[in-house]
Every structure is written in structure tokens, then in C-alpha cells.
């Protein structure tokens, strides 16, 4: 099946910084998506980027599908932003419509 | 979007029970989806459940341990049966968004005893 990889597995953040997540896929997908899991286990969707580029505040992310990676930017950390971030595809082979999720990148913001 | 409803949101079970989990959807949707979460790992794929026809199982998981109901097109449910610790974990299910992306019912956190 489709492999998806994501680094830095855990992040350690000042309040304020700036931080890219990448996020890297074996094989062609038809949906791309970024999640933030906070600490009560919710998962937040953030962005559908199979892909091109969105932004949302002080979020944003790229998906270049041709290389077969996605980068999502967090700009301004708070340490609200802190949690999980998952990304998840789903293989653009005929008759796939599950998301395969990566392993998360764990972000924690000090104040 | 389409908005999910997960019951319960929690429980804790004693081992060798069984806890039926709902998903209610506020819209008719084709395909719904069972994932689990153990412990600090990521989300794993349980079943896709189709109206009107057996769910389908991943590698690893079998109807007997988790039977899945889909009785119509905004509703489903996940039973986890004879539970065990190792059955701990958060589970969650998400619905296809056709062409746009899947959305996540809240989860429910399960522990064992």
C-alpha cells in the first residue's frame, strides 16, 4: 500500500517561531489532508490539499503532487498549536477511498 | 460539511465485555469509515462500511472482533467485543466526502480495566 512519511517526528517550539512540517507519499493520491489532533484526542481538520496551496491565518500548506510531498507552515506559534499533526492520503488507484495516515509530528510550544 | 455524532465519548469497560459505538451523520453519505488509535501511534484503518452490503476489514481485524452495522445511509456502528486492555485505545469514525475531504466524528475514548 501507499507509504506516508512525516518528519519532524517531534518539534519542540518558542512561542512566536515559525515551523515547517513535511510530509512525504509513495505513490499518486487524489486526497491530501492535514490534521491537528489536540489534546483531547479531536481531530481538527485543517487543510484538503491534494494539491497546490492554501492559507488559513497563520497556517498554510503546499501540496506538490508531481514530487509527492506536502509542507504545512505554522507561523507565529502559540501554544495552542501544540498537539499532533497528521497527515493522511488516500491512493489514487481505482477503488481506494481510505486515508492512510503518516505518524504524526508532535509539536510543543513553550511559552 | 457533513457534522458526526460518536457515542459514547468515553467509557471505561471491564475486560471481557463488549461496547457498541454509534455514528450518526446529518446528511446521507455512501461510505463510512472505523479507525482505531492505540496509545501515542497513529490512526489505523478498521473497516469501511457500505449500506446494504458486509463491511469490509483490513488486514488485522476480523468481523467477529469488531462487528460493524450499517443499517442505513447516516448511521453506523462499531462494536468492540470481549475486550481486552490491549483494546484501549480511541476510535473514531470518518465519512467519504466524495470529492472533498473526509470528516472525523469526535472519537470515543475507550479503556479497559
Known amino acids: 500500500g501507499i507509504q506516508v512519511e512525516q518528519s519532524p517526528p517531534d518539534l519542540i517550539l518558542q512561542e512566536g517561531a515559525n515551523s515547517t512540517l513535511r510530509c512525504n507519499f509513495s505513490d499518486s493520491v487524489n486526497n491530501l489532508q492535514w490534521f491537528h489532533q489536540n489534546p483531547w484526542g479531536q481531530l481538527i481538520n485543517l487543510f484538503y490539499i491534494p494539491s497546490g496551496t492554501k492559507q488559513n491565518g497563520r497556517l498554510s500548506a503546499t501540496t506538490v503532487a508531481t514530487e509527492r510531498y506536502s509542507l504545512l507552515y505554522i507561523s507565529s506559534s502559540q501554544t495552542t498549536d501544540s498537539g499532533v499533526y497528521f497527515c493522511?492520503?488516500?491512493?489514487?488507484?481505482?477503488?481506494?477511498?481510505?486515508?492512510?495516515f503518516g505518524k504524526g509530528t508532535k509539536l510543543s510550544v513553550i511559552p | 460539511s457533513a457534522v458526526i455524532s460518536q457515542k459514547p465519548s468515553r467509557d471505561i469497560c471491564q475486560r471481557g465485555t463488549s461496547l457498541t459505538i454509534q455514528c450518526q451523520v446529518d446528511?446521507?453519505?455512501?461510505?463510512m469509515f472505523w479507525y482505531r488509535q492505540q496509545p501515542g501511534q497513529s490512526l489505523t484503518l478498521i473497516a469501511t462500511a457500505n449500506q446494504g452490503s458486509e463491511a469490509t476489514y483490513e488486514s488485522g481485524f476480523v468481523i467477529d472482533k469488531f462487528p460493524i452495522s450499517r443499517p442505513n445511509l447516516t448511521f453506523s456502528t462499531l462494536t468492540v467485543s470481549n475486550m481486552s486492555p490491549e483494546d484501549s485505545s480511541i476510535y473514531l469514525c470518518s465519512v467519504d466526502g466524495g470529492s472533498g475531504p473526509q470528516h472525523f466524528g469526535d472519537g470515543t475514548r475507550l479503556s479497559i480495566l
Open positions: 493522511a492520503v488516500v491512493y489514487a488507484g481505482a477503488g481506494s477511498y481510505q486515508l492512510t
Open positions: 446528511s446521507q453519505v455512501t461510505m
